[in-house]
């Protein structure tokens, strides 16, 4: 393996955990190179207001809150680049990592920020009809929708959340839940079941999404009786959880079943010493902008103790 450069600190993932990590590693002269992945600013960049995130008194568009987190990061000099980590070898120090399938880079400390991703149903239709009329994220694809009937499936906040987005720009919002019970929050559960124009259908599953080049209907089930029924729709969505992005870590780092990284308690460090992880990426219960801040602060103050103790730094 050709080793293209090698850095200090490498920081892979551009959420609230990767810029974090960033601001407090470039301000303890780490000299912290970032890759920002597939998605530059993460999951917030697929949301609306923000309102829970401290500091911005009247709320902040997502979107434009990481664009505050990467230029504030840039300022106190981090070297913040386009470019998807591919493949790790964290087999002995300096750690590599190959970027864009094309290149290795060598880093002493690698803090892994890489955030969560939207899971699907799994169903042939929502591939193929993906970009056409299926969609994860209903803040982004809402507005092709006016006016016409859409349907979600999920019963979490996310859920929730997205049915009373799109109730307020399609004319019926049909909600699909597997169970005779929501998991979301009581006061969320409330808005949707008092929302006049979401139905909400329980004990029901998606059999299939229906449509030739887009969406024209889904036909679902009832899975206590088996019933199922066909309704007109020209948008699906789908908000029924992530999953974290840890695949390239797999065989190295310590993760639990659902691929979520281990982490020591209170603290950002994984098994590999040198290599910690902050963010969604290792964090299944909060998931917060806020925890994923905090979390990166913990990265990069975990790293500076490290590099120091090592004589690296
Ligand atoms: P959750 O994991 O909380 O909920 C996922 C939902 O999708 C569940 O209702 C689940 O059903 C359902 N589901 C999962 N798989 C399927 C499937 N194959 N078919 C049909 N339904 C399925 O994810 P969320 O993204 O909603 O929330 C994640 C976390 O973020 C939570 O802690 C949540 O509270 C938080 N959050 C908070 C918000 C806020 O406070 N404003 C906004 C958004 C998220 P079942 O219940 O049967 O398992």
Redesign the pocket.
């Given at each position: 393996m050709e080793i293209s450069e090698k850095v200090h600190c490498l920081i892979i993932g551009s959420g609230p955990a990767g810029y974090t990590a960033a601001i407090y590693a470039s301000r303890a002269n780490l000299k912290p190179v970032l890759y920002q992945g597939i998605q530059p600013g993460g999951q917030l960049t697929i949301t609306t207001e923000v309102e829970?995130y401290p500091g911005y008194k009247d709320g902040v568009q997502g979107p434009d809150m990481m664009v505050d987190f990467e230029h504030q990061a840039k300022r106190m000099g981090a070297d913040i680049r386009y470019g998807i980590a591919t493949k790790v070898d964290f087999s002995e120090q300096p750690y590599k990592v190959e970027i864009d399938e094309e290149k290795w880079i060598a880093a002493d400390a690698v803090i892994i920020s890489t955030g969560a991703s939207?899971?699907w149903?799994?169903i042939e239709s929502e591939q193929r009809l993906n970009g056409f009329g299926v969609s994860a994220c209903a803040v982004c694809d809402g507005f092709f929708f006016r006016n016409k009937e859409v349907a979600i499936?999920?019963?979490?906040?996310?859920?929730?959340?997205e049915a009373l987005y799109l109730s307020k720009l399609c004319t019926t919002v049909h909600m699909?839940?597997?169970?005779d019970?929501?998991?979301?929050?009581k006061v969320?559960q409330e808005r949707v079941l008092n929302a006049p124009n979401i139905k909400v259908y329980w004990n029901t599953?998606?059999d299939e999404i229906l449509g030739d080049k887009h969406v024209t209907a889904v036909r679902i089930k009832n899975n206590k009786t088996n019933e199922t029924q066909e309704i007109t729709i020209s948008g699906f969505f789908v908000?029924?959880?992530?999953q974290p992005n840890s695949d390239i870590f797999k065989g190295w780092i310590d993760m639990d079943e659902a691929g979520y990284i281990l982490t020591q308690p209170g603290t950002s460090k994984t098994n590999i010493e040198g290599v910690f992880a902050a963010g969604d990426v290792q964090d299944?219960?909060?998931?917060?902008a806020v925890t994923a801040a905090g979390s990166g602060c913990m990265a990069a103050l975990d790293a500076e103790r490290y590099l120091g103790a090592k004589g690296l730094h």
């Amino acid at each position: 393996m050709e080793i293209s450069e090698k850095v200090h600190c490498l920081i892979i993932g551009s959420g609230p955990a990767g810029y974090t990590a960033a601001i407090y590693a470039s301000r303890a002269n780490l000299k912290p190179v970032l890759y920002q992945g597939i998605q530059p600013g993460g999951q917030l960049t697929i949301t609306t207001e923000v309102e829970n995130y401290p500091g911005y008194k009247d709320g902040v568009q997502g979107p434009d809150m990481m664009v505050d987190f990467e230029h504030q990061a840039k300022r106190m000099g981090a070297d913040i680049r386009y470019g998807i980590a591919t493949k790790v070898d964290f087999s002995e120090q300096p750690y590599k990592v190959e970027i864009d399938e094309e290149k290795w880079i060598a880093a002493d400390a690698v803090i892994i920020s890489t955030g969560a991703s939207a899971k699907w149903l799994g169903i042939e239709s929502e591939q193929r009809l993906n970009g056409f009329g299926v969609s994860a994220c209903a803040v982004c694809d809402g507005f092709f929708f006016r006016n016409k009937e859409v349907a979600i499936v999920g019963a979490g906040d996310t859920a929730a959340e997205e049915a009373l987005y799109l109730s307020k720009l399609c004319t019926t919002v049909h909600m699909f839940i597997r169970r005779d019970a929501m998991r979301a929050s009581k006061v969320m559960q409330e808005r949707v079941l008092n929302a006049p124009n979401i139905k909400v259908y329980w004990n029901t599953d998606t059999d299939e999404i229906l449509g030739d080049k887009h969406v024209t209907a889904v036909r679902i089930k009832n899975n206590k009786t088996n019933e199922t029924q066909e309704i007109t729709i020209s948008g699906f969505f789908v908000a029924i959880g992530h999953q974290p992005n840890s695949d390239i870590f797999k065989g190295w780092i310590d993760m639990d079943e659902a691929g979520y990284i281990l982490t020591q308690p209170g603290t950002s460090k994984t098994n590999i010493e040198g290599v910690f992880a902050a963010g969604d990426v290792q964090d299944k219960y909060y998931r917060q902008a806020v925890t994923a801040a905090g979390s990166g602060c913990m990265a990069a103050l975990d790293a500076e103790r490290y590099l120091g103790a090592k004589g690296l730094h």
